[in-house]
Structure formats: structure tokens, C-alpha cells
């Protein structure tokens, strides 16, 4: 049964640890991050990008997909299945098709057209039980073809959609997606207090946290971040552990090209990538 992620959030900022986001991307990623988490027994939000959702087809069939995995596998941690990055259109096709939580990103509308459809979706969400995150302040890096430098959110902006009534809040921090450069600044937690301050309660989500020093990560949950969002580290260890598989040439030995076993140790890599971030969030025996 998918759940909101209302509440695993709010205990979780209330408890000073957070729930990771990881996203999904094929049959493979889905199960990995679901048994580990039941495994840890961890809470997990499964996030899906407008470009992952078009790969698997849409996203009734990640739905399907979802939902018979949660049966079959017997998961009983709390598990939300949230739009990443959402236009207000994906927002709508998601709602339709049977997400728990989604968000919409409308960082690059003018604050007054953010405000004016946020509204909009807290309506619908509320009316369905389901979760909601919305953005302020462009997260750097690059994410389904959009380019950002890592901008810092305007607290004051982050106040004005907290208080339409979304369930968490992302506010850029300097953060950015994929593999952070050399140059990186780091986070900034003056940001990230001053949001805090402002909006109180509410869950914060810190984006692209593939490559955050851990010592951030810890300082990042004590000042209210309740969720971090995860995506990149696991492609890259997905990838290593499939290149080693046929660099040492174990497709070309017996069976060894069955997409179960070529596909192996790189869900093996996927797992302990997971395991080793729902440790450093905290939220182990959280379920």
C-alpha cells in the first residue's frame, strides 16, 4: 500500500534524521531499493523523473509496477512513490495515475505564477491524501536537460509557498544534481538556517545528494532537512559493477549473457549504495 509522505517526514524531522529519496529507473532499481529498505526497515520514497517515467512507458505501468512489487515482495515499511521535478501537467498525469506524492517544480515561474498553481495542486493533494514538495530557488546541475548554477533560495520566497500548505519544501542551498565540479563552494547553511527559521515545521528537501560530504549531510538534517533526494550515486554504482562483470568477461562464460546474471551485480551495487545512504540519513529502524 503507498503512503503519503506527510508522516514519515514529519517524524523524521521531528526525530533529526530524513528519509532518502532514490530514484527509480527500470525493474531492477525498483526492487533493490525496496528490499533494502525492508531490510533496514527504513521508510523510502521511490522517486520517479518526468524523463524515467516516459522510459518505463508512463506512469501507469510504473504504478502497476510499483504496487505488485509492494505485494509480491511483502514490504511492509511505509513507502511513497513521488514525481520528481514535476511539471504542473506531470502533476496532473501522476495524480491521475496513482502516485502517493508529487512534486511540482515551478522555480522558473515567476514567484506569483509559482504561488498561483502550487495553490492549485494543494487543493487536489489535500483532497486525495497525498503528499506534496515544491521548490524555490533553481537546484544547480542538470536534470532532464535543465541547467542550473546552484542558486540559494530567497527565504522569504520559501515562506510564501510554505504557508499555501505543501507538505515539504526544497530550497536551493547551493546543491546541485549529477557530479558536483571541482570548484563546488560547498552548502550554505546560512541559507538553509534562515529557511528553517522561517518556515518551522515544515520538512525540508535538500536535492542532489550524490557527492555532499557526509559531515554536510549530518549538518544538513540537524537544521530540518527531512528528506534527501538520491539518484546519481546509484547510476554510477550500478554502472561500475556492470562494466567489471564483462570487463573480466563473465557474459562470455556459460550463461553468464542472461540478463539475470549481467544484471546482477550491478543490483547488488545498487543495494549497498542504498544501505550505505539510509545508515548515514538515519532513518534505519525508523519504519
Known amino acids: 500500500m503507498l503512503v503519503s509522505a506527510k508522516e514519515m517526514l514529519q517524524k523524521a524531522k521531528a526525530g533529526k534524521y530524513a528519509v532518502g529519496q532514490f530514484n527509480i529507473n527500470n525493474l531492477e532499481w525498483t526492487k533493490a531499493i525496496l528490499l533494502t529498505a525492508q531490510e533496514m526497515n527504513s521508510p523510502v520514497i521511490l522517486g520517479v523523473s518526468e524523463g524515467a517515467g516516459k522510459y518505463m512507458t508512463g506512469y501507469k505501468t510504473v504504478v502497476g509496477m510499483v504496487n505488485g512489487m509492494l505485494e509480491e515482495l511483502k514490504i511492509t515499511v511505509p513507502v511513497a512513490l513521488h514525481l520528481d521535478h514535476g511539471s504542473y501537467e506531470g502533476c496532473l498525469k501522476c495524480i491521475e495515475a496513482g502516485f502517493s506524492s508529487i512534486m511540482f517544480d515551478g522555480s522558473h515561474y515567476p514567484i506569483e505564477e509559482n504561488v498561483a498553481k502550487t495553490s492549485e495542486l494543494v487543493k487536489i493533494c489535500n483532497e486525495k491524501g497525498m503528499s506534496l514538495e515544491a521548490e524555490v530557488g533553481s537546484i544547480g546541475g542538470e536534470e532532464d536537460g535543465v541547467v ?46 534562515a529557511v528553517q527559521e522561517l518556515t518551522g515545521e515544515m520538512p525540508l528537501v535538500l536535492h542532489g545528494g550524490t557527492g555532499i560530504p557526509e559531515d554536510m549531510i549530518k549538518k544538513a538534517i540537524s537544521l530540518g532537512v527531512a528528506k534527501i533526494n538520491v539518484n546519481t550515486e546509484c547510476q554510477l554504482s550500478f554502472a561500475a559493477a556492470t562494466r567489471e562483470y564483462i570487463e573480466a568477461g563473465k557474459d562470455l562464460q556459460g550463461k553468464g549473457f542472461d540478463p539475470r546474471k549481467l544484471l546482477a551485480p550491478g543490483f547488488e551495487a545498487i543495494k549497498a549504495t542504498v544501505r550505505e545512504k539510509i545508515a548515514l540519513f538515519g532513518s534505519e529502524n525508523k519504519a
Open 148 to 193: 542550473g548554477a546552484g542558486e540559494c533560495a530567497d527565504p522569504q520566497e520559501c515562506k510564501a509557498i510554505a504557508d499555501l500548505g505543501v507538505t515539504m519544501l526544497a530550497a536551493g542551498i547551493g546543491n546541485i544534481h549529477g557530479k558536483y565540479p571541482e570548484n563546488w563552494k560547498g552548502l550554505s547553511f546560512d541559507t538553509l538556517a
